[in-house]
């Protein structure tokens, strides 16, 4: 029986020293004579995790005795005489001798990245003694954004309320802190922001001395663990105050700048600010008759003396149009609004891009503003938390579908693999990525357990984005269900995992449709639901065909990005058909690549769909005599929920096009009338 505890995640007992007796004298005697507050942080944290999942005591010895060395490369080089190679920022070298097992950092996070990867190999037995290990980020920007309201409740929030925040005030406890930025930076993350990119309400204060002092206690919790705080602020704070917010009013910018000041006081190492403005009824440049450069260019003079970044979202669209209006195509709305914008930003802002042009949709093109912008610094979003993807209800592993969006060649290379985004991130051109956060007060920290997974995974892509979802998954699933007693399970959660992302399209809209779920919430069908409403997401189903023409006949919108896609999604021969109905209007009667209709393979996917559900969860109950029974019984129960979901979506989709169509599915399953 393994015996797993929701809590402590991808940090489980994994057996006693036993296992690690070849190395075990080492492991006893951890020395880090380096001081600093990371780098101090890097040695307790060695030594709780080797005796919280090794059961390993550290024991006093003499100097030249066996031991695990810490130190910044330099350091070590300096002291000791070593002559190790100095990686890239926040890198790290391990390496072991006779007497030594050296982890040493290219800085302080750098170590302590190298203790975690450390302790990682050693729960996955894949530590090497006397081979070298060495590794460090492909980016710098690796950050989590919180949408935590201050009265508690977290927009989008599937696991519970808020970590931060209660009852309009700061309010949390520092061990589950702590223990949270342990989650965080044993993936590498090493940015925060902690509150809703909506700011409203009371939350508009937290840039006041009202809350800073508290604000600071969190920055030192986190501050250790190489993970910098962001604010989220308000466009239109000085508004009330000073009866503007015009970016080009002088006494605007002196409100923002007596405003970072004080937070600096606080807060000295603050990465900065988060802003969406413009977008969906938050205030913003535009209302002042100023653009974009304009409005972040304000809040980063006022950053600028304390090193600060503003990271200003694109998510900027018309949300009030009016269906009836065929011209307006919300996918072009990020590009149209920033593309023009190019080399107009100042040093110390970065534009931070959703993935695709609409909205973390279950399956959408890759924006085509990556690898477009070439004189602004930029990072794209993506959202783990499951709003569109099953809300840790269903259940659904992400690093699948970013690994494609990490695969997309943008175009913008020299060949495929140059212009791919992730060898965008490779080369700095994308300078990072930052991800919606999917945990909460959840006794499992993400509502459904196996959700863990996609935390975790998104730090690993964020660390090194060609990982593939396979690596991904077989880490994850062999750290969280240890194989203790031999009786390996991990190998079947893997594969539930690497299933699930298929699943869940197949029974979700077809075909890159997008957007046919339940209004407001966003959990289950409603193929109509955003059909007549004013957000700009239509799919303009009709008795012959379905989908919006984005090619140069239709909206455009094929054209914005580089030549070769642009050819490629224009033609429906050459469109990935999982994104043909995002670029084409596509007749039912289409004859797709497997020589099926388009009518007959939106039955197919969506019985299959099901089907697989059903599978999965006879899978999962397959494991009930192997699995700790709390564990067991909280996912069975959301696969429980997901069956009935997948059920509802078969039908309501099959249905409504059995509806439209007049035609039944041609291997006679049942569709309801
Ligand atoms: O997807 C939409 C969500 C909103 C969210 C917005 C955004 C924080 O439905 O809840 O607001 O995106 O990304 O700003």
Not at 346 to 368: A, C
Not at 555 to 572: D, L, S, V, W
Request: with cysteine.
């Amino acid at each position: 029986m393994i015996k797993v505890t929701e809590y402590d995640c991808w940090f489980q007992k994994y057996g006693s020293a036993e296992d690690t007796k070849d190395i075990a004298a080492f492991l006893e005697h951890v020395i880090c004579e380096e001081k600093g507050i990371i780098i101090e942080n890097a040695a307790k944290e060695l030594r709780f995790t080797l005796s919280f999942c090794f059961g390993i005591v550290q024991k006093s010895r003499n100097a030249g005795e066996k031991q695990i060395l810490l130190g910044t490369i330099g350091y070590l080089n300096a002291s000791y005489g070593f002559s190790l190679p100095k990686p890239k920022k926040e890198g790290f070298v391990i390496r072991s001798t006779d007497s030594k097992i050296i982890i040493g950092g290219a800085d302080e996070p750098g170590v302590l990245y190298g203790v975690y990867t450390f302790v990682r190999l050693l729960a996955l037995k894949r530590f090497v003694f006397g081979a070298d290990v060495a590794d460090a980020p492909v980016s710098q920007v690796r950050m989590i954004n919180h949408w935590d309201n201050l009265d508690g409740s977290v927009e989008r929030g599937y696991a519970g309320r808020s970590l931060f925040f209660n009852d309009n005030r700061i309010e949390f406890d520092s061990n589950r802190i702590r223990d949270y930025a342990r989650l965080l930076s044993s993936v590498g993350i090493n940015r925060i922001s902690i509150n809703n990119v909506n700011v409203r309400g009371m939350a508009k204060e937290l840039i006041t001395e009202k809350f800073l002092p508290k604000i600071a206690e969190l920055a030192d919790i986190f501050r250790p663990f190489g993970i910098r705080l962001m604010l989220s602020v308000n466009f239109g704070a000085p508004q009330p105050e000073i009866g503007t917010a015009d970016p080009l009013d002088e006494r605007v910018l002196a409100w923002w700048k007596d405003r970072a000041d004080s937070i600096y006081r606080y807060i000295p190492d603050l990465a900065g600010f988060l802003v969406k403005a413009d977008s969906e009824y938050e205030t913003g440049p535009f209302r002042y008759g100023r653009n974009h450069a304009e409005g972040a260019h304000i809040l980063a003079k006022a950053l600028a003396p304390h090193n600060g970044e503003v990271i200003w979202r694109c998510f900027v669209y018309n949300c009030v149009q009016d269906w009836r209006d065929t011209t307006i195509d919300r996918a072009r709305a990020a590009f149209d609004n920033f593309k023009p914008l190019d080399g107009q930003f100042d040093d110390n802002v970065i534009l931070q891009i959703k993935h695709g042009p609409y909205d973390f949709q279950v399956r959408e093109p890759v924006s085509p503003l990556f690898g477009a912008l070439e004189k602004t610094r930029y990072v794209m979003e993506l959202q783990i938390t499951q709003e569109y993807t099953g809300q840790q209800i269903d259940l659904c592993f992400l690093p699948w579908m970013w690994g494609d969006v990490m695969r997309f060649d943008t175009g913008y290379g020299t060949n495929a693999d140059n212009g791919a985004i992730r060898s965008l991130l490779a080369c700095g051109r994308i300078e990072g990525l930052a991800a919606v956060g999917n945990t909460g007060l959840a006794a499992n920290w993400t509502g459904h357990t196996l959700a863990q997974a996609n935390l975790f995974g998104y730090g690993r892509l964020a660390w090194n984005p060609a990982l593939s979802p396979g690596e991904i998954a077989d880490e994850w699933s062999r750290l969280t269900f240890p194989d203790n007693g031999g009786q390996s399970i991990a190998g079947n959660i893997t594969k539930i995992l690497l299933n699930s992302y298929p699943t869940y399209q197949k029974y979700n809209a077809p075909f890159g449709v997008c957007f046919m779920v339940e209004c407001g919430h966003h959990y289950g069908p409603n193929v109509e639901g955003y059909e007549f409403s004013k957000w700009g997401t239509y799919h303009r189903a009709d008795n012959k065909a379905i989908g919006i023409d984005r090619t140069p006949a239709g909206t455009g919108y094929t054209e914005q990005y580089a030549p070769k896609n642009a050819a490629i999604f224009a033609n429906p021969e050459t469109c990935p058909e999982e994104l043909l109905l995002f670029f084409h209007r596509t007749p039912y009667d289409y004859v797709m690549k497997n020589g099926k209709t388009l009518l007959q393979n939106i039955y197919d996917t969506h019985f299959e769909g099901y089907d697989e559900v059903r599978i999965m969860l006879d899978t999962w109950r397959g494991l009930q005599e192997l699995l700790d029974g709390a564990v067991f019984e909280s996912v069975k129960e959301r696969m429980e929920r997901q069956l009935e979901n997948a059920r509802q979506w078969r039908d309501v989709i099959n249905t409504y096009f059995l509806r439209r169509t007049g035609i039944g599915d041609e291997k006679g399953r049942k569709i309801y009338r």
